[in-house]
């Protein structure tokens, strides 16, 4: 089972506030990714890295940045907090497929939720 | 355009009674196929899965059923426990690329 950890769980913060959310795994999982999520809706994806210094944006625009320095730990970085930015922030890894035809479960983070006042 | 689609937001049901849980997709190409359980304010849960070579795929209380023809995946789940009230997400991938999920369905177990 993935351990997957994100930080922090709640922040509350004023506009144009600079945030960077933090998501670690122990597994040395490649494969990470960052989903959004507001209730009643699907998770959106933002932000995926196959591996050190690989980062790809995600299907939902976002102003948001992320890095890849280290295999076990990808944060995601807001310049400018703005209050659309208000949401659940989902923190993903999966390991990698050793041979098989098919993908791999995501393992998720308990997530951060975000208030931009 | 949504890819995966859970039509309906909200279930209620009995303890001890079977919940069927329905998720409808539109990408042919997708061969793999999750369930989620999320509980507030935690991430979600990874279930059960199916590859698109199955057609049904058990683990003790639930059992996945993908209709390729249809494009149609259900999960069940018997008998059902308070303790399974939460929402519950599909999830879909075509080789191994990215996922995408379906809005949810909160499932509520009546003791």
């Known amino acids: 089972e993935a351990d997957i950890y994100q930080t922090p769980r709640y922040l509350v913060i004023g506009t144009g506030k600079k945030i960077t959310l933090e998501c670690s795994q122990t597994?040395?999982?490649?494969?990470m990714y960052w989903y959004q999520q507001d209730p009643g809706m699907e998770l959106h994806l933002i932000h995926y890295?196959?591996?050190?210094?690989?980062?790809e944006k995600g299907d939902l625009s976002s102003e948001s940045t992320v890095s890849r320095i280290r295999t076990e730990h990808f944060p995601l970085t807001l310049e400018s907090a703005r209050p659309s930015h208000t949401s659940q922030y989902l923190c993903?890894?999966?390991?990698?497929?050793?041979?098989?035809?098919?993908?791999?479960?995501?393992?998720f983070g308990n997530g951060t939720r975000l208030t931009v006042t | 355009d949504q890819q995966v689609k859970q039509n309906s937001p909200s279930l209620s049901v009995q303890e001890g009674r079977i919940s069927i849980l329905n998720c409808d997709y539109t990408n042919s190409m997708f061969d793999y196929f999750l369930w989620y359980k999320k509980y507030p304010a935690e991430g979600p849960t990874f279930l059960i899965s199916i590859s698109s070579i199955k057609d049904k795929n058990e683990d003790g209380r639930f059992t996945v059923f993908l209709n390729k023809s249809a494009k149609h995946l259900s999960l069940h789940i018997v008998p059902s426990q308070p303790g399974d009230s939460a929402v519950y997400f599909c999830?879909?991938?075509?080789?191994?690329?990215?996922?995408?999920f379906g809005s949810g369905t909160k499932l509520n177990v009546k003791p």
């Open positions: 597994m040395g999982h490649d494969k």
């Open positions: 993903a890894s999966s390991e990698p497929k050793t041979g098989g035809w098919y993908n791999s479960p995501l393992h």
């Open positions: 999830a879909a991938s075509e080789g191994f690329n990215k996922f995408y």
């Open positions: 890295s196959y591996g050190v210094n690989s980062t």
